[in-house]
């Protein structure tokens, strides 16, 4: 599951990492709470150029009526995404990174209280979240949506939640994009166990109204 993450690399940095293309219209950084539906910066492969351009996070199969029908798929189980039939012609055509700072994930104590976790890159280098995309249009409005792919936690994100992104390394990228040919299937796994690391941070971040750099700062009770 990754329901929640942060994105605090300069529009211009992000184009030069991944080698793309950037749209005049990319969502404002540093975003330290970016929530579902909203525009989202991702990377995807088109006539031989890499594109850094904004989607809406909320993946919309071309049958849904309007953005608001049916559940909200932020998500795409790496088990299932070649056999779900909202998922499975993206997963095979239209393949996307989407880059992120890190992501938050919630534990519970014992009074039920939901305690946020950031997670990170060990290293401090940016994530690269494997994703899907899918264009919608219905009655004169037009998207241009994606999801993440998400996995089984590995063993030290086992700690905090059962599931993860699919975080690819710089060398993963063509293979996924589809720029290295076909075969992408196997890159749909947990990331190695020293690849990230967690903390605590402040319950503020809870709430989806909230920003600020203090959200993923650690935080002690």
Known sequence: MCGRFAVTLP?????????????????????????????????????????????RWGFLPQWSKSPTDGPLLINARAETIADKPAFRAACRARRCLIPATGFYEWTKDGDGNRLPWYIRRADGDTLAFAGIWQDWARDGEAL?????????????????????????????????????????????????DAVLEFYRVDPKVNSNRAGGPELIEPFDD
């Open 144 to 192: 241009r949506t994606c999801a993440i792919v998400t996995t089984a936690a590995n063993t030290k994100m086992q700690a905090i939640h059962h599931r993860m992104p699919v975080v690819l390394e710089p060398a993963d990228w063509p293979l996924w994009l589809g720029e290295a040919g076909k075969g992408a299937a196997p890159l749909m796994q947990p990331a190695d």
């Open 11 to 55: 529009t211009d940095a992000m184009a030069q990492l991944f080698d793309a293309l950037p749209a005049n219209d990319l969502p404002e950084v540093p975003d330290y709470n970016v929530c579902p539906t909203t525009r989202i910066a991702t990377v995807r492969a088109e006539e031989g150029q890499r594109r850094l351009a904004p989607m």
